[in-house]
């Protein structure tokens, strides 16, 4: 399966899934697939300033002696993201309508994300 | 009941909590309580770092028509966090070890977060 594959079925499979990516900590996108192009917010752009806070999560608890950062989770009002670690440089993140299945995203990246490490 | 009380007996209904606090979004205290002083991790620094995290992903949620940030939690691989905005300026954050009950601290924070605005 490729990576499109993969992040297609993820959203497919956790209801109010509205986007899906895979991304590199530096903000380098390697797939996205979003269920509606275009659409508020602009997805694209937020998954990317998300990484920049996954990068920032992980050097504070390196730093600090909290270890490695395995997933990152953040709730607005309009809309829920659960990002978990592929690998060192990698990550995956799920981005969901409030009431979407945060549950059930959180449940298949810790399914998927070892899949996607040995495919990197 | 003071902030601290309230700190105290929210750690203390949470298994596997190791101290919580109530923070301005510019990462000054208000007041914190540890169940362990001097532990690793460095539990007070690492509220101050996840606090810059906190304002990071309110902007960036802002800027891209997400709206306000609500909750953000990070999971290491030595500990679970788990913020929640208090007011736009102040957040209380949980901090457990990886055994912890997260979801009774996500649950006691939801509740505590609109007693804690009015005396604010």
């Known amino acids: 399966m490729s990576f499109r594959e993969h992040l297609q079925g ?3 499979n956790v209801d109010g899934a509205v986007g899906c990516a895979l991304m590199a900590t530096d ?7 979003l269920e509606e192009e275009g659409g508020q917010p602009d ?3 937020l998954l990317i300033e998300y990484a920049t806070l996954f990068r920032g999560a992980a ?3 390196r730093t600090h002696g909290a270890g490695e950062v395995s997933e990152l989770s953040i709730a607005t009002d309009q809309m829920l993201t659960v990002a978990r670690m592929v690998s060192p440089e990698y990550f995956m993140v799920v981005a969901l309508r409030p009431d979407g299945n945060f549950g059930k995203a959180r449940y298949l990246l810790r399914l998927l ?3 996607l490490r040995t495919e990197l």
């Open 10 to 12: 993820l959203c497919k």
């Open 113 to 115: 994300a070892p899949k």
């Open 43 to 45: 997805l694209r752009s």
């Open 27 to 33: 903000g380098i996108e390697v797939e996205t697939h």
């Open 59 to 61: 050097e504070a608890s």
